[in-house]
């Protein structure tokens, strides 16, 4: 089908259904209007028998209603007409026969009682009438307004109801009259519609035939085309586009002498084959590389082979795989010579008459980098294994010294602590206490600057597991302290460092041991999930807490907030630690506190380096 074809249809159909809903509810709404116009005049005329029909409702007198409800006929021409108790029993009916018995009306029948006057269509005797109920309350003078909308008698509840069939033969007339001038004015606004819908189609129609036609002719290689703008909207703005780049193409278009010139001037070796390797055209870049003056038929796959023995033919590989890119591969030059290259290539064209299209880079100076990369590496590994060696020297050269030092001034205060003068032996102690410090201040240092060289391997490792172990290392602390410690359920699996990871537990822990002075030291350690990638973990206390101007500085190296007394010592280079073995593992790790409300250590892990994004 074609598209103006499916466009008009759809129009066309809009339209039906826009003219059937406006007919129809037209309609709904105008016999809507004209039943409650006649309901209005119907209560403004019960409002002037109001009182009687009272009267006669209270005394349940017949007689009077009747007398009454002739009346209301004769102001509204209604077809019957009735008095109506609450319970639905009819005091007074035109039709004297019906007097007595129980109304049987949808209007009464509601399950909602009756507030206000109500009405609908129905059908007596065969004529279409307005049937009508509306409550008759106690109020000596009821308006027009009270007795349509609150009954006759006003806002009281209502004592009965007037109910009469009103007639639709002089109303039916004009309402029909009206309902055919709304389709009258609906057919002429939707014949209206699909004219200027026509004139629509037409405008955006032309607009792209006009394109269909400035395309066929590019395609057919005539880019000197321009279509006319007929329209000033989006399509109008395509038209001018498709103008524009027609006129690019036409500018732009280069001929295969150019074409020619530009693979000459390439600073890299290019060269086509064949689907079957023979060489067809090979730029000045591949004449000097190579040595091959290109002139005598050659083969691609006489010139490239694999640098490693037994590896697979490249041009049969590219052949395969109809591209590569580099793949380092050894080029037979003019001389002989074996010359390492890169090489980049694909296939174009269609089966039977593929050319392969190749790009060779000089690797010599590259792999030369790589040989002094290569031995730059094994010197560096040589130094830091020299280095290590001598930290280990070092230290026992100093460690050695430094335990004579604390072991002779201990031997010296507990023999001569009675003989010495009190300055002498407080020197004595300082001398012992500085001797220990210096001592652990090596051991960390030595630790810390080992964390970079020392590589155990990797594993997955139960965080549960290494908490735990965490948590029996420092039994005699958690003892002496009485704490308790709560390792929460679901610490996951890792894929690290096990021996690093259980020293920061064990250093967390213990620091939350050491700065804290409650009575019942508690430590909690918890994990849970963090995006798609991490675990979060959490190492709580109840202790002294830490000022937030201290969150950065206490993970430096040998930094403390208290003096050297205080909470039992220490250098101050666990949490510096704990930092470096976070930060190995992809990680990060951070402090929450409140200054004598307790600390959260965080720390984020991935669950799985091998994955890690």
Do not use: C
Not at 351 to 366: F, S, Y
Not at 377 to 392: G, P, R, T, Y
Not at 395 to 413: A, T, V
């Amino acid at each position: 089908m074609k598209l103006h074809f499916k466009i008009f249809s759809f129009i066309l159909v809009l339209v039906g259904v826009s003219l059937w809903v406006n007919i129809h509810f037209s309609g709904k709404a105008v016999t809507e209007a004209l039943s409650a116009q006649i309901t209005d005049n119907a209560a403004a005329a019960a409002g002037d028998v109001s009182a009687p029909l009272q009267k006669a409702l209270a005394a349940r007198s017949e007689l009077e209603a009747i007398k009454a409800l002739h009346l209301f006929g004769q102001k509204t021409g209604a077809l019957y007409a009735a008095v109506v108790a609450t319970d639905g029993t009819i005091v007074a009916h035109t039709n004297v026969a019906l007097t007595g018995t129980v109304l049987k009306s949808r209007l009464f029948d509601s399950p909602s009682p009756v507030e206000k006057a109500r009405f609908r269509r129905a059908d007596y005797n065969g004529e279409e009438t307005v049937e009508i109920l509306l409550p008759l309350r106690k109020k000596d003078k009821p308006s027009n307004e009270d007795i349509l909308f609150e009954g006759l008698g006003g806002g009281a509840a209502p004592a009965g109801f007037l109910y009469a069939g009103l007639p639709l033969t002089h109303a039916k007339k004009a309402e029909t009259s009206i309902i055919y001038r709304l389709i009258l004015i609906a057919v002429l606004i939707a014949a209206a519609a699909l004219g200027l819908s026509a004139l629509f189609v037409r405008i955006v129609l032309g607009q792209l035939n006009q394109l269909r036609t400035g395309i066929r002719k590019v395609r057919d290689g005539d880019y000197n085309v321009l279509i006319p703008v007929i329209s000033g909207d989006e399509l109008g703005d395509v038209a001018i586009s498709f103008n524009k780049l027609a006129k690019g193409l036409a500018e732009t278009t280069v001929s295969k002498q150019y074409l020619d010139s530009l693979l000459e001037s390439m600073p890299d070796p290019l060269i086509i084959t064949d689907e079957e390797g023979k060489i067809l055209k090979a730029n000045m870049a591949a004449h000097v590389f190579s040595g091959h003056d290109f002139k005598t038929p050659l083969n691609i796959k006489d010139l490239l082979e694999p640098q490693a023995d037994g590896g697979v033919e490249p041009f049969s590989l590219l052949s395969w795989t109809g591209h590569t890119k580099e793949m380092d591969l050894l080029f037979k030059a003019g001389d002989g010579s074996r010359i390492p290259v890169m090489l980049s290539a694909a296939f174009t064209g269609g089966a039977g008459r593929r050319e392969a299209v190749i790009i060779l880079k000089d690797t010599t100076q590259h792999k030369q980098s790589e040989a002094k990369l290569t031995q730059y590496l094994k010197e560096v590994e040589m130094v830091n294994s020299e280095l290590d060696a001598f930290a280990h020297t070092v230290s026992h050269d100093l460690k050695e010294p430094l335990r004579g030092i604390e072991m002779f001034s201990n031997i010296l205060l507990a023999d001569f602590a009675k003989k010495l003068e009190p300055q002498a032996a407080d020197y004595l102690g300082r001398i012992s206490k500085a001797s220990s410090r210096m001592r652990r201040l090596i051991d960390d240092l030595l630790s810390y600057a080992r964390l970079a060289r020392v590589r155990n391997p990797y594993e997955d490792t139960s965080t549960a597991v290494l908490a735990a172990e965490a948590e029996a290392s420092l039994a005699s602390a958690i003892e002496e302290k009485k704490a308790q410690i709560t390792l929460a359920p679901g610490l996951p699996t890792l894929f690290g460092d096990p021996v690093k990871l259980r020293q920061v537990f064990q250093n967390l822990i213990a620091n939350a041991l050491k700065y804290n002075t409650s009575t019942a030291p508690s430590v909690r350690v918890a994990a849970e999930r963090f995006g798609e990638y991490y675990w979060k973990f959490s190492v709580s206390d109840n202790g002294i807490g830490i000022p937030a101007q201290y969150y950065e500085e206490i993970f430096k190296m040998f930094k403390r907030l208290h003096s050297r007394q205080e909470f039992g010592g220490g250098t101050g280079a666990g949490l510096a630690i704990v930092k470096k073995i976070v930060e190995e593992h992809g990680g990060k790790v951070w402090v929450e506190s409140k200054e004598g409300a307790g600390s959260v250590f965080y720390f984020l892990i991935p669950a799985d380096l091998r994955n890690r994004p």
